[in-house]
């Protein structure tokens, strides 16, 4: 061994020397620990037969899902681990063609297809607008106005408050405008998802002019909570009862203004960026090209970014707040716009959308394998469990407090904000009656379980937009928001434990 070898050698610890010296034991240790949680889920399945519950155990791919994630720190590895298991679960000598099954099905469906569909519009729109200088021109406005970090972290929040349609503009739209002047003054990248996540589920819940009211009043109708055409009364209606909307935009208020301090991994990403890092390890690939910026007049460059925003939004709204048709709209109305001005050729403006639409592709992968996820969820009856295991224990007073403390549950392990009610409604909904409880107030439970599980969720839609968006991973924006998460949380429980004895 050479004098050179020795003195790197003796650089490192025992551990980290073995480590170097038997490169692939690691790698090995990880595929027998895993292999050997397969075999158990395997082995499950014979315990059981065709048609019976599964009762607890139901629960257990999606605290598998939870336990990799936070060891690996990585979501989509996590949720395929949870996939693979819980087909194990439900019949191992079948993995291969129930996995082809259910990718199948998942890709089938109408939901998903309008997840890609829209995820990947946005991201080309908000390249484009990267690209073609009119957020560079946008967030050189608000440098030009805003002074202070505690300045720049309201306007962050004002402006979700103020995109309210829908999460996913949200997510993406604030943080690709708001990412320079954050980092200006030296705001983690963590710090602006959370901002946006904030404002994006749990304020989209409190407008009746948003994607998530359009769509959970159908639901409600085509469940029996009220009759046909009533379903936005009842929305309206609940909005006062949203507890977890409410108390999370007052933790972000909080945290904007600096009443609430950062604790936990916030304030460890917090004191790195005002260390001159705002863009954590290893993420500097994430996010929108911004290298082939062009530089219109100032006020040109704004009116390019304002004009497709709001044509954007008109276009939804036109278009019954259908986002698809209005990124539609928008997308061609800003290739015509920049093409016009000669800002890009048709060729740069076609390449800006594709790599656009490439950025989105890990998002949508980790959002289709929580649909796969919930699929199989249904398969075990993991909803049905939860809710029925609750029920006997449930009075009259309790039960907004128990609905969002299950139901928030269920969609923090399955990550599906909208599907996991289609499950879920048809039961609570009938038991509520059943109970004679207040319908507004049960409504405003199950609208808040789904933003809390949007909100907090390492692999919610909402979660891994708002992360690409900002320019962290999932798991880091996950771990920095979740107790901030929780003490909306814990606020919305105690809120719905109050209204529970006052409104019966």
């Not at 019976?52 to 939870?66: D, H, K, M, R, T």
């Not at 106005?145 to 739209?173: E, P, Q």
Request: charged share 10%; hydrophobic share 50%; net charge negative.
């Amino acid at each position: 061994m050479s004098q050179n070898t020795i003195a790197t050698a003796g650089a490192f610890s025992p551990l980290e020397q073995e480590t170097i010296e038997s490169p692939r034991r690691g790698p090995i240790y990880s595929l027998l620990f895993y292999g050997s949680i397969m075999a158990g889920f395997a082995y499950l399945s014979t315990q059981y037969a065709d048609g019976e519950s599964y009762g607890l155990v139901s629960l257990l791919p999606s605290l598998l899902i939870i336990f990799a994630a936070i060891k690996t720190k990585k979501p989509l590895e996590s949720l395929f681990a949870g996939v693979i298991a819980g087909l194990l679960l439900l019949e191992p000598t079948t993995l291969i063609t129930s996995l082809g099954d259910i990718s199948m099905g998942v890709v089938q469906n109408e939901t998903i297809a309008w997840i890609v569909l829209v995820c990947g519009m946005m991201g080309g729109l908000i390249n484009i607008l990267e690209r073609g200088g009119s957020v560079l021109s946008f967030g050189e406005l608000l440098a030009a106005r805003i002074k202070t970090r505690r300045g720049t972290m309201l306007t962050t929040s004002f402006l979700g408050l103020a995109v309210f349609i829908d999460d996913y503009l949200n997510s993406l739209a604030v943080s690709a405008s708001m990412k320079n002047l954050t980092d200006r003054f030296r705001i983690s990248r963590e710090k602006l998802a959370f901002l946006v996540d904030s404002t994006a589920a749990p304020v989209c819940i409190l407008v009746p002019l948003s994607t998530w009211a359009v769509y959970f009043g159908a639901l409600l109708e085509e469940n029996g909570a009220v009759p046909d055409g009533q379903g936005m009364s009842l929305y309206i209606e609940s909005i006062p009862y949203m507890a977890y909307g409410w108390a999370a935009l007052i933790v972000v208020m909080l945290v904007a203004t600096g009443i609430l301090k950062d604790f936990g991994p916030m304030k460890a990403a917090e004191q790195r960026a005002k260390n001159g890092q705002p863009i954590p390890e290893g993420v500097e690939a994430i996010g929108f090209d911004t290298s082939h910026i062009q530089r219109p007049p100032m006020m040109v460059g704004l009116m390019n970014f304002i004009l497709p925003m709001a044509v954007l939004i008109a276009a939804s709204v036109y278009y019954d707040i259908d986002l698809l048709l209005g990124a539609l709209v928008a997308s061609g109305f800003t290739m015509v716009l920049y093409f016009i001005q000669r800002l890009m050729t048709f060729g740069q403006l076609a390449d800006a959308m594709l790599d656009g639409f490439k950025v989105m592709l890990h998002p949508i992968a980790v959002v289709a394998a929580g649909f796969m996820i919930k699929e199989i969820n249904d398969q075990l009856g993991m909803t049905s469990y939860i809710i029925e295991s609750v029920a006997p224990y449930l009075s009259k007073e309790l039960l907004p407090a128990f609905v969002f403390v299950t139901m928030a549950a269920v969609v923090f392990a399955t990550g599906s904000s909208w599907g996991v009610f289609v499950v879920s409604i048809p039961i609570v909904i009938p038991l509520a009656q059943s109970m004679d409880m207040s319908m507004p107030l049960t409504v405003g439970a199950l609208l808040s379980a789904s933003a809390f599980g949007s909100h907090a969720c390492f692999f919610s839609d909402s979660t891994v937009l708002s992360s690409t968006g900002s320019g962290c991973t999932p798991m880091q924006h996950a771990l920095t928001q979740f107790p901030y998460a929780m003490i909306g949380a814990a606020l919305a429980f105690v809120s719905f434990i109050i209204m529970g004895y006052a409104v019966t």
